[in-house]
Each structure stands twice: as C-alpha cells, then as structure tokens.
C-alpha cells in the first residue's frame, strides 16, 4: 500500500458511489446461477485486454503513466477477454486455476518472474521461467501488473481493501497517514488482524502487552528508507507492513526499542498483507464490465512455519 | 555468506594450522582467571584500531579493497583498544553490554545505521540514529564492520563458521558449491539447523518428508538474483538462506516446486544465518593479538513469532 493521500478525498466519494452500484451486483454474482444469471441480465458485450485496461485506467488519476511496472506480461492487448482474474502473485498454481475457471486475464499485483521489472533475463536460463511462459503461451493467459496503478487510485486500492477486510474503514480518515483505532493490546491487535486478514503467523518486535491506538499501515514491501521515515515522522504505536528488509527497518525498530521508543512493528507476509487489495478489487471492477465474471484467487502465504 | 569458493585450499591449510594454536589459547581464555591470565602469559601489547585492521587484512587476498562497505563507522584509526567484540549487528543492546565489558571496538559483519551504505543522511533527521552516534561517541566506541573482507578471506569466514556449528565441516569440500550430508528428511535437517544454531523458527517451503542430501547454503541476504541463479545452476535439495525478498526467492521456489522441482527451501532469519561466523571470528582473530581479549555478543534474532 501507499499510505493514504492526503488529496484523496474526491476518489473517496468516488468510491462511495461505486460501492452503492457495486452492493447490488455482488448480491447476483455471489448467487449459484452466476453464469446464467451473467447471460440474461448483462448486455453479453465482449472485451478485449485493450478495452478493460482503459475502463481500469480511466479512473486512475494521471494514468497512463510514462515509466511503470504495469505491462502486459504475456498475452495481447487485442485478446478477448473470456474471465478476470486478480490476485496478489500470479503463481502456477493460480495460473491454473485460471484456466479451470475458463478466465484468460490475470491482473496482478506483483511481479510474474521473480523481479520487479519482470527482465525475463534477470537471471540466465531459467528454467522455471520458460516453463512459466509455456504455461502461459500454451492457454493464452495474459497477465497485466496492476500494481502502481492501483497504489494510485485515491484511496489506493490496496490499503482500502486492507482497511475494509480489517473492519477498520470507519477508522479510515482521507488525508491523514494514521488509522487511529480505539486502544488495544498489540497482542489483541496481532490477533484481530491474523483473523480478519486470514493470516496464520506474523513476526513482531514490541511488547505484545502495550497498548496501541495509532496504527501505521504500509502493507506490501515499501522499502526501509520508506519505513523508517514514516515512523520518524508519525510516530506511530505500531507500524504494520508485509515485507521487509531485516538489516533496514527491523534493526531501526529494534534500536529504537533499545532508546525508550513505543512503536511495535508488525510483519505480516508480502502476499498475503496486499491480498484483500485485489480482493476489492473485483468490487470495484465488476459493475465496470456489464456482467464479465472477475474472481479473486488468492495466492496465499509460500511458507510453512517450523 | 558467499559459497565457499573454487580455490580456497592454502586458505584451509592456514586455517587448520590456525586452529591447533588457537585450541589451547581458547582453554585458557574461558577460565575465569581471564585478565590475570592474559597479563602473565601474553607480552602485553597494546593496538590501536589501525593495527589491529592491518594484522586482519594481511589474511584476507586483494585486500584493502577500492571499494568495500568495510569502513570505520564511528571511532578512530589511532584509538587504543581495550577489548574487542564481534557481532552480527551493532545493536544498541550489543553497544552497552561491550561498555559493561570495558571493550571499545566492535566488529560487526552488518551496518550500524540501517542501511547497506551507513549513509546517516538515508533518513533525514533520524532520532534514533543521532541517539546511536551520541552513545558511540560518549562512551569511545568504534566500530568497523566486517563484512566483504570475511566473506572474501578463504575459506569465507560466514561460511565456515556456519559450518563449523552446524557440525558439517566434515561435509565440507573446498571448491565444492553444495554440501553433502546424509541423506535425512526436510523436517530433521530443519530441526538440527535449529537446534545446531539455536534459533526458534524458521519459514519453508517445502515437502517437509522429502529426502534431502545436496545442501546449498547462503547465509545472510545475498539477494534474488544470486539466490535463484544457484538454485538454478546446482539443483541443491535444499537451499537455506539468511534472508530473502519474497517476491524474489520465494516466489521462484513456490513456481519450481508446482513444476514438480524437489529444490526446498530454509529461511534462518538474517542475524542467526550468519553469527556463527562472528562467532568462528573470536577464534580466528585471538591468537593473532597476544592476550587482547575477544567476546563475540550475538545479536540476535530480533522477532517474536505469533
């Protein structure tokens, strides 16, 4: 996430409006008669890449960008679009899933070749890669970042969705870099956020008999300098993110610690911290597209805990 | 760590040469008649920093290098030194327990100041960081770090030590990039890792049943690109890291595996990945100073895991 602007608040009332038209939609979507229901009530318009990329864009302010991440990873802009998929890290695993959903665009948020550029070069031969474009090539799935696009939405998408799947939008000030929630252990905050979010294990420095108000909510990897600034700034009782750099801003809070400092650091995990952000996003998608299913398929914490 | 390199063979003479001298030396110094000791039996020298770097870099080939992070973060070259300690990071905890120590120079194979680099201006007007200078500076602590020239001495000293606590030195083969144990499940290589190297918890990815010989061991945060171009070159039946970035490493493993790759995964933690050769450092650097005491102070890990 980026955290909330501080010129956000027309996209919010944007947004208000959206989640009024979106309310009824999921009501049909979520219906077992999904794909019949789909075929009366829509106007059956077909898609192409091309087209949702620009409904998608137009509410992005100052979209399109000059340099971004957000490219067509594989597939063609002039494909029909037969089902969307979003998802955190467009895996094998949800790459498959896909084509069982009988989708064929994957928006996601993350890299699909294990690095930020997605320089299909990054590392030489790379064998799980070429299997991946195969995977790929072979079902015609194409694959858009979204990921600074949507950090540009105001709100940012994916710390509206966080917030949301949190039940922390009654909380959620535009303009203001704090969420602040009435006082509670970190143990009880840690707790509410495994549950809310669907988390198993997150790591934590701070004492989990604190109590906090004032919470800092940069899910996803936003770097240490950017980390370590925001506490400076804000101050925050806890600083709540998905990924970091251990010799950056654990050490920093760590020490910080050490001198008297109140601030806890959360870590939740990379994937599944930025998930609920593409899980909006099929919300926020769906009534665009008179009727083309958008489903989200998680892609889950990697790791097993021993 | 770097993986032990292709010609380290006169570095590993050297070093078991090193170790015959340094067994009785070690015997003595864990008594507790320490400083007496080292007043009868040792000529009493007295080194500056300066002195003691030269006597270190006369063991490491290329050095000093042109450029290396490897520069004295607080403190000065002609400074007298009263006791050394070696450590992963330079916390403020590992700081005040070297003052109680009446030691002034730590050596210390991570930055000081939160960011590869030690620029103090990373984060403008960094609290914490003028706290960490004031103490260093009120209480004449230097501070060198440690990090390219260790890794770059051969056998790499990370490395070694890793090793040599993990009980695999006899597995070890100079110019060899893996190393072969006997065969045993991920979950019992897992669990003497952790028992060997006393730490808590570990992240994986991976079958824990598989059957697991070939291991590629990477200490530290090496970074993706090296991470996966290792795992792509050797095929090990386990990597084990330090740190990762989990869009990077993570997710390639994550991939691999769904393509039916038997290359597991192990994430040690940065701090506890690579201590043990901040540890093997006492052992090495103490018969080269003639009674100067040396206390490795782990850093250790810096999470509560929930």
Redesign the interface.
């Known amino acids: 996430m980026n955290t909330p602007s501080t010129n956000d608040a027309p996209g919010r009332r944007k947004f208000i409006g959206d989640s009024l038209k979106i309310s009824g939609a999921l009501t049909l979507l979520s219906s077992p008669a999904l794909s019949i229901a789909g075929t009366i009530f829509s106007p059956g318009k077909e898609f192409t890449i091309r087209e949702i990329m620009d409904i998608i864009l137009k509410e992005i302010p100052g979209a399109p960008f000059q340099q971004t991440v957000d490219t067509l990873k594989s597939g063609s802009p002039d494909q029909k679009v037969t089902g969307i998929v979003t998802t955190m890290?467009p895996?094998?695993?949800v790459i498959?899933k896909t084509i069982r959903l009988n989708a064929n665009f994957i928006i996601a948020h993350?890299?699909s070749f294990?690095?930020?550029a997605d320089d299909i070069n990054?590392?030489?031969?790379?064998?799980?890669l070429k299997?991946?474009l195969e995977l790929l090539q072979k079902n015609n799935i194409a694959i858009w970042r979204f990921h600074d696009y949507w950090h540009s939405h105001r709100p940012d998408g994916v710390g509206y969705g966080v917030l949301k799947k949190a039940g922390w939008l009654q909380y959620y000030k535009p303009g203001e870099p704090l969420v602040v929630i009435p006082s509670a252990t970190l143990?009880n905050i840690?707790q509410h956020l495994?549950s809310s979010l669907g988390i198993d294990?997150?790591?934590?420095?701070?004492d989990?008999s604190q109590q906090c108000s004032r919470i800092g909510l940069i899910p996803g990897?936003a770097g240490?300098?950017r980390q370590?600034?925001f506490v400076?700034k804000e101050k925050p009782d806890v600083l709540v993110v998905g990924?970091l750099?251990?010799?950056?801003?654990?050490?920093?809070?760590?020490?910080?610690q050490?001198?008297g400092?109140k601030t806890a650091l959360i870590?939740l995990?990379?994937?599944v911290s930025e998930e609920p952000g593409m899980e909006y996003l099929v919300e926020w998608l769906t009534p665009k597209l008179g009727g083309l299913k958008v489903t989200n398929l998680p892609s889950n914490n990697?790791?097993?805990?021993?």
Not at 245 to 256: F, L
């Open positions: 890290f895996t094998v695993d498959k993350e890299p294990y690095n930020h990054w590392v030489t031969g790379n064998s799980v299997q991946k143990k840690t495994k294990h997150v790591r934590i420095i701070g989990l990897a240490g300098q370590v600034s400076e990924e750099h251990e010799w950056e801003t654990a050490e920093y809070i760590r020490d910080a050490s001198f400092s870590v995990g990379h994937s990697p790791f097993i805990w021993v």
